[in-house]
Each structure stands twice: as C-alpha cells, then as structure tokens.
C-alpha cells in the first residue's frame, strides 16, 4: 500500500537533507514532490492543494530547532499535516445507550458492503456486543444468501424477508426484531449502486428516515482513487454520513481516497478492510497511516529512541574528538553499547527510511552475533 507515495517522498527529503534550515528556495523542490507523489496516490486535486498550501505556510513559519536536520523538520510538518486531514485518533463505532445501535451501510456495488458488514459484527461480538445482520438487498440475485451464509459462518442471525418485501420495510422490521430481542447493535447492509443512482438513493434516504440509524457508514473501495471525493461528497450531501470504512487496503492500491473521505466529509474513517477474510477488519489508525504514506519506516519513532538513549553532551563531546582524532577505543565501545541500547540492529535499520527494503536478515544476524560476541 501507499509505495508509489512513499517513494516519491523519499525524493523530497533527499533534496532537503544537507541543507542547514528550510528556506523558500529549498522547499520548492520537496512541495513539488510531495504533490506528484499525492497526485501518483490519486488524491483529489483541491485536496492536494490545500494540503500544499498548508505544508507551505507551516513549514515556511517553522522555527529552525538545533539538532534537528530541515529534512526531519519538513517530514514532521508534513505529518501533522496528514493527521490533520485524517483525523487525530481513530473514532469508534458509536454506541447507543439505549439499545440498539443502528448502523447503516451505504457505498457503491460491489465495494465490499455486504463482506464489511459481516466483520463488523464479528469484530462487535469480541468485545460482547451482539448483533443482528438484515438484508435489505432484493435486487443482486443472491445477495441474500451470501449475508446468510456470511452470518452463519461467523455465529450472528440475519434477518430478511426474501426479495419481495421493499427493502425500507425490511430495515424497519429488523431494527423491530433487534429492539424486541435487546440485541446491542443492527447491522443494516443495503444494494450497491454501478455509480450514483437516484432511486436507490432515494432508497437509502427513506431507510434512514425511517430507521434513525446512529452510523451510516460510506463503504469504499480503496482502489477508486480521485473519485472517492466526488463519492464521499454526493453520499454526505444525500443521505448524510456519519463515517467510513476503506476496504480493499490489502491489494495493489495507492490509498489517496484515504485523504479524500475525511476532507471532503469531515466524517472519519473508522475501519479498514484488508483481505477477503471475516476477520480482515482493523480500526482506522490516522498516525499509522500517515507514517505508513510517509514511507519513512517509522522515522518519530527512531527520532524519539535516539533522543532518549544518547546523551547529547557526549555525542558532542565524540564528535570533538572524532575532528581532533583523538578518538580512541574507550570512545568506541561507548557508541557500539549506545547502539545496542537502542535494540536489535535489525530494528533499528528497519525504522530508517529506505532501509527496509535493503536488509539482508542473515547478514544482519550475523552481525548482531559478532556485536554480542564482542561481550561490550
Ligand atoms: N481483498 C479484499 N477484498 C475484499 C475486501 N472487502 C471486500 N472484498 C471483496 O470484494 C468483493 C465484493 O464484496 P461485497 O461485500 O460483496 O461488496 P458489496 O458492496 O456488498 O457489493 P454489492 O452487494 O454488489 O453492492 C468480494 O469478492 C469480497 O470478497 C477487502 O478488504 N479486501
Ligand atoms: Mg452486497
């Protein structure tokens, strides 16, 4: 996920490393990156342009901290900027104290409603909560059945009342049914559409009405790209959202609709779907997302452990002697026991950026064996 972005961004902090502070020249090059790699990553074009416009400002504004490279310094505002867009932590289904709690999902055919409803309970049931699954799908041949077959596969009853009942009526019956037998959440998963269809529109709109959901949750494909704006935008004027699930994470997508829905809405991703599977669902993680589309291993988090293991006085103090070449073996025993301090050799070259991708795990072993061997 996100490699053609991470990529690209990696370009923009090769231009800025070596450079002493961030200045208008030097940013150019790096904004330019950061916007053909979200352009790469499908995000929509008025979403890039915000997003560039607010890096800029930013970074422009930043103030030089010493020790710390321009190239880091522009990395950290490009990911607050990303958390900014997607959110700060992840938001959790909502629960309604007074049972049950409706969820509505909406989305386009075939982007993975019917699959997410089904995890979604089975994620609800680890944590207690039961659910009840209702079709509301009488027009796919077989929709039906495959809530059915999904419901028993994982344990959760599914209401429906065939294909001849209209689908408000169905919702409606099955928020009844979940009320009469205090189940803790309905599921309500719904047709999809080829692209925005009036009627069924319409359709979605009336079950709300009728339904008062507590979520309507857009459902969509990680795949559509640029399009999730449009998406993201026609759902939330219509029929109203309260947030998300991006599915299909999993497979070959850049992933910029991420940046798109929560812009656009200003409702929050809530889920992800990563596989087929009933239990491939994870809550959405805006952080781990924006260092997942930053590429940059997971940069803070070395920035941080660094900061905490070396004693910044005596690094100075190396670097002297290092110049003045007084540096002796006493000196580098102190950095190897730094270095273990920091954890296992492989972990800390899997956090710099770029590195991953270059680790050969048998030699890296074999060094770590050597290190150890060495008693330090
Ligand atoms: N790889 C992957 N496939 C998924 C994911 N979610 C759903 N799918 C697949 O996408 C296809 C469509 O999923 P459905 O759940 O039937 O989609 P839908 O939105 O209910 O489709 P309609 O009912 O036709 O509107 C199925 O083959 C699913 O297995 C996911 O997170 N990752
Ligand atoms: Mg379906």
Redesign the pocket.
């Known amino acids: 996920m996100f490699d053609a972005l991470s990529d690209r961004l990696e370009e923009a902090w090769k231009k800025l490393r070596g450079q002493d502070k961030i200045s208008e020249s030097n940013i150019k090059d790096a904004l330019k990156e950061v916007r053909r790699a979200l352009l790469e990553a499908d995000v929509n074009l008025q979403v890039i342009k915000d997003f560039i416009a607010e890096v800029e400002t930013k970074a422009m504004g930043a103030e030089v901290i010493s020790g710390v490279r321009p190239d880091q310094q522009f990395i950290e505002i490009v990911y607050e900027q990303l958390l900014d867009v997607m959110g700060e932590a992840n938001v959790p289904l909502a629960s309604n104290p007074t049972k049950p709690t409706i969820v509505l999902?909406a989305?386009?055919?075939?982007?993975?409603?019917?699959?997410?409803?089904?995890?979604l309970a089975l994620a609800l049931r680890k944590e207690d909560r039961s659910c009840l699954l209702v079709a509301t799908?009488v027009y796919?041949p077989a929709?039906i059945d495959?809530l059915n077959a999904l419901g028993k596969q994982i344990g959760v009853p599914v209401f429906d009342l065939g294909t001849d009942a209209k689908p408000v009526e169905i919702a409606r019956q099955g928020v009844e049914r979940a009320r009469a037998e205090g189940v803790d959440t309905v599921i309500i998963?719904?047709?999809?559409?080829l692209q925005i269809d009036e009627t069924l529109m319409g359709e979605l709109a009336e079950i709300k009405r009728t339904v008062n959901p507590d979520e309507v949750l857009l459902?969509i494909?990680?795949m559509i790209g640029q399009e999730a704006a449009n998406l993201t935008r026609t759902f939330h004027e219509q029929i109203g959202l309260t947030g998300a699930i991006l599915?299909?994470?999993?497979?070959d997508t850049r992933g910029g609709a991420a940046l798109s829905v929560r812009k656009i809405s200003g409702q929050p991703i809530k889920f992800?779907?990563?596989?087929?599977k009933v239990e491939?669902?994870q809550p959405f993680y805006p952080d781990r997302m924006a260092s997942r589309i930053l590429g940059m291993g997971d940069v803070l988090t070395l920035v941080e452990k660094a900061r905490e293991e070396i004693d910044l006085s005596d690094a100075e103090e190396l670097q002297e002697k290092i110049l003045e070449a007084r540096f002796d073996f006493s000196d580098f025993l102190k950095q190897m026991r730094m270095l273990k301090n920091m954890g296992s050799l492989t972990g800390i070259m899997k956090l710099i950026p770029g590195m991953g991708k270059m680790i050969d795990d048998e030699k890296m072993k074999e060094g770590e064996k050597q290190l150890k061997k060495r008693r330090l």
Do not use: C, F, N, P
């Open positions: 999902m989305g386009l055919q075939g982007a993975g409603k019917t699959t997410a409803t089904a995890k799908d796919r929709a495959q998963d719904t047709a999809g559409r459902v494909d990680a599915t299909k994470l999993d497979g992800v779907g990563v596989g087929e491939a669902l």
